[in-house]
């Protein structure tokens, strides 16, 4: 099988969201011209192959600049190796091999609900733009949003009535989100009040920029640095207060469980709370 085509068809699957086919492209040439040097074609990788490929990355060769790669890149490129697999040659044609790299990730630090208080306090104004940003983190911190999916909010997404809001997610999954009260109350705000005034046309993107265009992830972070670090406190907070791990899964838009359990620590904290304050042994 011609490796080249194998990675085109496999990046044109509709499942993948857009920042994942670009981040996909870049580690699947990396792959491919690895298994050039070797003289390699897709069907002849085995967990061999993958092991090698593992250890070779990040490392120091002679000649090439030293890169130290983190783990949860690492842990990239080589799912990108295996769902390139998966497209190409099938799931039973996968090696079953242990990928070093998923190991060890960390979320950004959540804020402590008061710290969450003071930076969605900090938004004050009632000018349009002012409207729009404290809707916008409203929604990134009592929805748990992805930058990307508040971005790409239109109105038709947002039922005040339902109290909910339906979410666009990674690989175009949609999914329910409840609308809470205060960030209901900020967005309504924002709709009748700040948007008008920015809109320029026809669009319909919930969010718009100065110049009523949608608004985009960079100037989205120019607001307020790392701004996942809202939808973490989204999660921490949800389980601290006493929901279980498969309703966050649901309401983050994790395809797995597994992606959710790097919250376990937080959910670990929670039961010794609740045991040493119910416990008569404790």
Known sequence: METRAAIDRFLESPALADATRRAYRS???????????????????????????AAELGADRPGRTPRKLAPQTLARKL???R?????????????QVSLAGRKGRRLPDAPRPEE????????????PLALRNRALFELLYSAG?????????????VDFEQEALLVRGKGGKERAV??????????????????PELARGADDHVFLSAHGRPLDTSTLRRLVPNPHRLRHAFATHLLEGGADLRTIQELLGHSSLSTTQVYSHVDAKRLRRVYDQAHPRA
């Open 27 to 53: 580690d699947l040439e990396e792959f491919a011209a690895w298994l050039r040097r070797r003289g390699l074609e897709l069907a002849d990788v085995d967990s061999a192959t993958i092991s090698d490929y």
């Open 79 to 81: 799912a990108a190796v």
């Open 83 to 95: 769902s390139l697999l998966r497209s190409a040659l099938g799931p039973a044609q996968v090696p």
């Open 116 to 127: 969450t208080d003071d930076l969605l306090d900090s938004l004050t104004g009632d000018d």
């Open 145 to 157: 949003l992805r930058t990307q999916e508040a971005v790409d909010l239109t109105l038709p997404s």
């Open 178 to 195: 409840p609308l809470g009260e205060e960030a209901a109350y900020r967005l309504r705000l924002y709709l009748e009040h700040g948007r």
